[in-house]
């Protein structure tokens, strides 16, 4: 049995598959295993690292600092969102003015570097710490969406554009209608992971003295006092970092899924042809 991409894997083959598999599974096991024991040499496990975090006042800047992240990355989500839509618009317009100064603001925030954007406008502009991170990951993170907006409508089949024009559709009902509800199963992907981008970045924070989350672990870290939890800071920080991130994946395929299921871009059940009416003059075949 074949299928259009390859052949299916014969039972020698399944046999190389499932040893390939446990290979690696040792080998990671072992990694894992090396790593552990290299922390435990060290003494990363030893209760005077881990004891701050058993501390109210600890974990309240802990979650103040999650707390702040949450903030700026909300904020950044939907500023870079509404930016990225706009830029999008201006890159699609056909109006060459609109077009040009849209395309030259793309170009120009996605080659300027997230860390300079943010120190340029906490510096120079003397604005405070949180409106000059959100500033920053907003100019950034909006011009990449916006490409990622104008590449998806341009994605869509021509030909879709062109029967929604026939049928008298202006340009803001051809673009809302028919082809961004389209486009958006293929940009969903490439929008998440520059909200992920958007996540992780909000990390840059620390550096003009936004008491995000890496800003309150690094507080805890370089605290001589409980000599010097590094590692148990990274190992607290770094799963829930991951989970965030996990968590936006799984709000893509919920509404992935969701969009799916509307009846608005359902497929509809066409009835089974029957006999027409016979015209009249004709004969009905025989049986």
Request: hydrophobic content about 50%.
């Amino acid at each position: 049995m074949t299928t259009a991409l390859y052949d299916v894997p014969g039972p020698r083959t399944r046999q190389r598959h499932r040893l390939y598999g446990v290979g690696s599974t040792v080998v990671i096991l072992a990694l894992i295993g090396w790593i552990i024991y290299l922390l435990l040499v060290s003494g990363q496990f030893s209760a005077a690292k881990w004891t701050p975090f058993a501390y109210t006042g600890i974990q309240e800047l802990l979650l103040r600092g999650l707390g702040n992240t949450l903030k700026a990355f909300g904020l950044a989500a939907v500023l870079s969102l509404a930016l990225g839509g706009v830029l999008a618009t201006g890159r699609l317009s056909e109006h060459r003015v609109v077009r040009w100064v849209s395309t030259l603001l793309v170009e120009f925030f996605r080659a300027m570097p997230v860390l300079v954007m943010i120190f340029f406008i906490y510096v120079a502009l003397k604005a405070e710490p949180l409106v000059a991170l959100v500033a920053g990951l907003t100019l950034y993170n909006g011009s990449v969406l916006a490409e990622v907006f104008r590449t998806g409508v341009n994605s869509v089949d021509r030909g879709q554009r062109e029967a929604a024009y026939a049928l008298g559709m202006g340009k803001t009902q051809v673009m809302t209608h028919v082809l961004v509800p389209q486009a958006v199963r293929a940009m969903l992907p490439a929008i998440i992971s520059q909200l992920v981008v958007a996540l992780k970045d909000t990390s840059l924070g620390f550096l003009i003295t936004y008491e995000e989350f890496l800003h309150a672990g690094k507080l805890i870290a370089s605290n001589l006092d409980y000599d010097l939890p590094f590692i148990p800071v990274v190992m607290i920080i770094s799963p829930i970092y991951i989970g965030m991130c996990m968590l936006l994946s799984w709000l893509a395929n919920w509404v992935s899924k969701r969009q799916r299921r509307n009846p608005k871009v359902e497929a509809v059940e066409v009835a089974a042809p029957e006999p027409g009416t016979l015209l009249p003059g004709s004969h009905k075949p025989p049986a």
